[in-house]
């Protein structure tokens, strides 16, 4: 736990476990929060042909939802544990790093 303390630059083992929770909780969110959203846009396994290409366009468009959700869950869980300095500059590195960066660039 002393690499990964350092390495995220935390200093108390309270703040680890809290960011810890916020890793644990938002994925667990994300992925439970994706699939009323699609309902909502009523958009359901039984809309996909039943052709063996259907079923993975569901999922495919699920996953690819359940990104932005992540992200945004994120912020928000860790505004709620105290966390939220962390957590931004987590997702600017992160958004760098997938090529979306440069939204946090502008001049």
Do not use: C, D
């Not at 703040?15 to 439970?32: D, E």
């Not at 039984?46 to 994120?74: C, D, H, N, V």
């Amino acid at each position: 736990m002393q690499k990964l303390k350092k390495r995220w630059g935390i200093e108390s083992n309270l703040q680890l476990f809290f960011i810890l929770v916020v890793f644990a909780v938002t994925g667990s969110a994300s992925v439970y929060v994706a699939k009323p959203f699609l309902e909502l846009l009523q958009i359901k396994p039984s809309s996909f042909p039943e052709a063996w290409w259907g079923q993975g366009a569901y999922w495919t468009l699920r996953i690819l939802l359940i990104f932005p959700f992540y992200q945004l869950l994120l912020l928000l869980f860790g505004w709620v544990f105290g966390q939220f300095r962390f957590f931004w500059n987590f997702e600017k590195k992160m958004l760098q790093r997938t090529g979306l960066g440069r939204i946090f660039n502008r001049h």
